[in-house]
């Protein structure tokens, strides 16, 4: 059973709109959140992260909402560019697990020009 | 500037064949980190280490086994692969602790056939 969920495997968007990925989570112990970007044939980078004390955390053209009543988290990204298109991992952890992060399953962003 | 690296890129084996993926950091960083990542399942932890000479189980730890040789180098050894191992394997560091940042390497993939 998957405690993070990425329920959208793919997603298009035309450059210079806005694209938002989310990213829904069962664990109500966990309490820190990440975004990874994934490049093909490269490894994963962080993009952005947020506490949970907090509901939004902004780093330029990057976004992210937390939702903690829902259990739910996005990925903001204004406006969309190609050099965006990749892999969308987020992640999340808690002291209950240890603080492992635990991996969404990722999803395909295609930022088209 | 060449923060974490593994090898070998390509990897194809026989059922039942051993090998070892190599991984090494110049970052200075206390932890190491082991992960497969499958198609829909985003990235699942084999094994980690906190620091220097410590080693534990993550998520999918069985059919693997790992050496902390030093600092900077943390190898993962499959004894006798089996296609269900069939994966791309990204080692990643951080400066300490499970949930933070985290530094990938461009990750192997690896055919068992």
């Known amino acids: 059973d998957q405690q993070v969920k990425q329920n959208s495997p793919s997603l298009s968007v035309q450059e210079g709109r806005i694209s938002i990925l989310n990213c829904d989570y069962t664990n109500s112990m966990f309490d820190y959140f990440l975004w990874y970007k994934k490049y093909p044939a490269e490894g994963p980078t962080f993009l952005i992260s947020?506490?949970?004390?907090?509901d939004k955390n902004e780093d330029g053209r990057f976004t992210v909402f937390l939702n903690k009543s829902a259990k739910h988290l996005s990925l903001h990204i204004v406006p969309s560019q190609p050099g965006d298109s990749a892999v969308y991992f987020c992640a999340a952890s808690g002291d209950n697990a240890g603080n492992m992060l635990t991996f969404g399953g990722g999803t395909r962003l295609m930022v088209k020009p | 500037n060449a923060g974490v690296t593994q090898t070998p890129k390509f990897q194809v084996l026989k059922t039942g064949q051993s090998m070892t993926l190599q991984c090494a950091q110049d970052?200075?960083?206390?932890?190491m980190y082991w992960y497969r990542q499958d198609p829909g399942m985003g990235l699942r932890l084999i094994y980690y280490s906190a620091s220097e000479g410590t080693t534990d189980k993550g998520e999918v730890p069985n059919g693997y086994n790992v050496s902390r040789l030093n600092k900077r180098e943390f190898s993962l050894r499959l004894e006798s692969a089996a296609p269900s191992q069939t994966s791309v394997y990204f080692c990643?560091?951080?400066?300490?602790?499970?949930?933070?940042?985290?530094?990938f390497g461009s990750g192997t993939q690896l055919s068992v056939l």
């Open positions: 947020i506490s949970s004390i907090k």
């Open positions: 970052m200075n960083h206390n932890s």
């Open positions: 990643a560091s951080s400066v300490w602790g499970l949930d933070e940042k985290l530094f």
